[in-house]
């Protein structure tokens, strides 16, 4: 028990110290405001926004201009246009125009509408993660913005209720 009064004592004291020294409580109280206020400053120009990518739509329907506009209006996305093929989208990267590309299949819509999976194939170039978290964050966000306005549609045997509220 003696042990015990012993740290007890040696804490009451040590708390009474720091409460009645200003440079310690100004370093203390200071320190934890400012660098709250100064945390997301530092990360800001870790955050890319407008990237410029080109589409290649060989869909060429409603719903793949539907995607793409979904995708241009991310944060992190400028789509720079829709280009004819892997050839064109190839030369405007490597003249540095764009940092990435979405390729859209013919059968884009023709397999959205039946309610399989289709397929979209990304190429981003990799001279920093940054540009890759980027556009797969806004790749996937589109996709998954299109699925929301396309699925809901498809349903004929479930009740629409309990499939929106999951």
Same mark, same amino acid.
């Given at each position: 028990m !003696? &042990?015990?009064n012993n740290i007890? *004592? /040696?804490a009451v004291y040590e708390y009474k110290s720091i409460l009645n020294s200003l440079p310690v409580l100004l370093v203390l109280g200071g320190g934890i405001f400012l660098y709250g206020i100064l945390y997301n400053y530092m990360y800001s120009p870790n955050i890319l926004e407008d990237v410029p990518v080109v589409v290649i739509d060989e869909s060429r329907t409603s719903l793949s201009r539907h995607y793409t506009r979904l995708l241009d209006a991310t944060p992190? /996305? *400028?789509v720079q246009g829709i280009v004819d093929g892997l050839p064109q989208a190839?030369? &405007?990267m490597r003249k540095g125009e764009v940092v990435g590309m979405v390729y859209l299949p013919t059968n884009f819509e023709e397999k959205v509408g039946m309610g399989e999976e289709s397929v979209f194939i990304s190429y981003n170039t990799t001279v920093?993660?940054?540009?890759? #978290? #980027?556009? !797969?964050? #806004?790749y996937s966000g589109a996709m998954l913005a299109l699925d929301d306005e396309v699925r809901p549609s498809q349903l004929v045997f479930l009740n629409r209720d309990v499939v929106t509220s999951v």
């Open positions: !003696k &042990r015990f007890l *004592r /040696v992190q /996305v *400028r190839r030369k &405007r920093s993660f940054l540009y890759y #978290a #980027a556009l !797969k964050e #806004a």
